[in-house]
């Protein structure tokens, strides 16, 4: 069996660190010409919530201000829901 992290990497998913010890990150960059777009996932471990992030004109970085702006809509297919529950699992949540 697959491990969450490589579902996610099979998805276009690459693991962010985002310099907290408690968030496992998971981003993936869906930008088109002229229109930089990153989505993403993270797992709060102590508190087993879920965020799923989007930013649209620019990549975040934590720690530091950019331009980017929320907006795009993302949805959940199979796949990727798949690999959120393996995550889940290996995290002792479920």
């Given at each position: 069996m697959e491990t969450a992290k490589e579902m996610f990497e099979k998805l276009g998913y690459?693991?962010?660190?985002?310099?907290?010890?408690?968030?496992?990150?998971?981003?993936?960059d869906v930008s088109i010409p002229d229109v930089p777009h990153y989505k993403g996932l993270q797992f709060v471990l102590n508190h087993e919530y879920i965020s799923i992030y989007s930013h649209v004109g620019g990549k975040y970085e934590y720690g530091k201000k950019r331009n980017y702006s929320y907006?795009?809509?993302n949805g959940f297919d199979v796949e990727l829901l798949r690999?959120?529950?393996?995550?889940?699992?290996e995290l002792g949540w479920i």
């Open positions: 690459y693991e962010k660190d985002v310099g907290y010890t408690n968030i496992l990150c998971y981003e993936t907006g795009a809509f690999a959120v529950e393996q995550q889940m699992k």
